[in-house]
């Protein structure tokens, strides 16, 4: 096997709980002409990159398990995509409603900078021997076809809420019901909501519109006491890995949101993702960020989930618009 590491740098700086990063790195595994991506996510990891090499690439930490296992599966990476729009601040808003077919995926990234891990050189890797200009390519594909795709039935949206006003945050959800009455709503707060910044916010909104609300406060009870109040759905991310499903009633789960690379293995993904669809969940399978390459491996594997699935499963991997 070899071990890259690598370097690709975001349009803007991303604010990672306690950290703002400027770039995103991390490794890439290759054996036998697959590809896998280990890049723990600053601010969420339990390991660092630097724990990671440090340790030999132990395959106990989440991400080291994941790229292995792409190893072992042999997947071609294909184009990200994602099954609702990303509103995350006033400027997706303001380009969502500005663009005509409703949609965007960026195609004119640059590639990370790629070299060899060694302890005793940096050598300098030729880009071409990575697959990203497959990945490119299809991304182009996908772009022109999505002209003729406009999500115009049902679309769904998740919005970013907690960090602005209520009064700025709710218009943005009427703003998009005024362009499309059958919209739907995934809400993340992001663990920022106590109970009166929830009421105030939901008594704004049409809460038959939410299909869940993720993570919306730091604690399970605060958030189930939000769920219950509202009638809405509770969505489980970060908290996905405090609790596990059966912690939380029947009543009151409506999804998990799975980041693989801080879950670990696809196979560990795909256990947690059988007990949800036995409890008829929605599952979000979500990016870390993940680079060009590992976002296109993880939206290969996605794919052949969803087929095994069905309409329960939703994608969050179009994060590659975040780099330059």
Known sequence: MKIFRFRQQLKHPAALHDKTVTFREGLYF????????????????????????????????????????????????????????????????EQYLNEDDGCTCSTGHSLPSVCIHDDQENRTVPPD?????????????????????????NPVFKLKVGRNSCS?????????????????????????????????????????????????????????????????KLGLDELLRQFSISDVPEKDLGAIVIKPMLTGSLEKCEE????????NLYVTISSSYESILGLGL????SREIRQKNGEHILLGLDTEKIFL
Not at 34 to 43: A, N, R
Not at 298 to 301: D, E, G, K, V
């Open 30 to 93: 290759f054996k036998n002409g697959s590809w896998g991506e280990c890049s723990p996510l600053p601010g969420f990891s339990g390991e660092t990159l630097e724990d990671v090499i440090s340790s030999g690439f132990n395959p106990e930490y989440p991400s080291v398990a994941l790229a292995l296992s792409f190893l072992d599966r042999d997947i071609a990476p294909a184009a990200p995509e994602s099954s609702y729009t990303y509103i995350g601040n006033s400027a997706d808003l």
């Open 129 to 153: 021997i990575f697959p990203f200009e497959k990945i490119f390519s299809d991304m182009k594909v996908k772009t022109a076809s999505k002209k003729t795709e406009r999500r115009t039935d």
């Open 168 to 232: 700025s945050e709710s218009s943005a959800v009427h703003r998009l019901l005024n362009r499309n009455p059958d919209s739907k709503f995934i809400l993340d707060p992001n663990m920022l909501w106590n109970e009166r910044t929830a009421e105030e916010f939901l008594s704004s909104i049409p809460t038959d519109t939410v299909l869940y609300i993720e993570d919306p406060a730091s604690d399970l009870k605060t958030s189930l006491k939000i769920a219950d109040r509202f009638n809405i």
């Open 272 to 279: 947690i993702i059988t007990q949800a669809a036995d409890r």
């Open 298 to 301: 993880l939206s290969s594997w």
